[in-house]
């Protein structure tokens, strides 16, 4: 068995979005060009809070809006590390394939861990897409993968950033919680994702794709022009 081969959360989240993409990624390591977005904000942010919510484990502390939803931080700091660092691993033997994605944090209602992800935002209301929820309930069906009791709940931690009339930055912070989180139908996405990972043949393009209608129009001018 070969456990050098993974495949990580953003990987199934690509299959989810566009299986034609996720095989250039997987196969020729050709990536999608990167979208202008309010990521770098978020790379900036992620370590501060990281670090506000683990100085709080340091001193057995559980921080005031956290405690306000009755909920705990996850306390094995160790195994935490390691799910930040390697990110949370399943050896998918069928498969031969380590699935794995690396979690912001651990929140704990009643024995039963839950996924919690940071965003930070300038706009002014927080927007939930699918692929945020996909996001939750791909670290949540991981952790059931590793035997843990995971709540069929997830919680985003929301920075919102706004500059006022004098230059002066003003942060709201608030937790949004995601019911219902569907950590059952990973199984039949992953043999979905598997049949297109192993296979030689292109998947077609996807038409809802805005990088694929971008290849179809560039074979089509280039046919016009007989290129090809």
Known sequence: MNKNNKISRSQIELFIDCPRCFWLDVKFKIKRPKKISGGYIGSK???????????????????????????????DFETLKIWRGRGIEYFH?????????????????????IP?????????????????????EIYGY????????VLDMGIFYVVKIDINENFEK???????????????TYDEVLENLIEIYNSEKEPDPN????????????ISLNKKLKLI
């Not at 699935?99 to 209602?109: A, N, T, W």
């Not at 991981?142 to 009791?149: A, M, S, T």
């Open 45 to 75: 942010y992620d370590p501060l809070l990281k670090n506000y919510f683990d100085k709080h484990r340091e001193i057995n502390k559980t921080p005031k809006e956290i405690e306000n939803h009755n909920l705990s931080l996850f306390s």
């Open 93 to 113: 033997e069928k498969h031969n394939i380590t699935y794995y994605g690396k979690i912001d944090d651990i929140l704990v209602k009643d024995e039963y861990l």
């Open 116 to 136: 919690f992800d940071f965003k930070t935002t300038t706009s002014k209301n927080f927007q939930i897409y699918e692929d945020y929820k996909r996001q939750l």
């Open 142 to 149: 991981l952790l059931k993968k590793n035997n843990y009791p």
């Open 170 to 184: 003003i942060e709201e912070r608030k937790i949004v919680k995601i019911e219902n989180l569907n950590y059952e």
């Open 207 to 218: 038409p809802n794709c805005e990088f694929c209608k971008r290849d179809i129009e560039i």
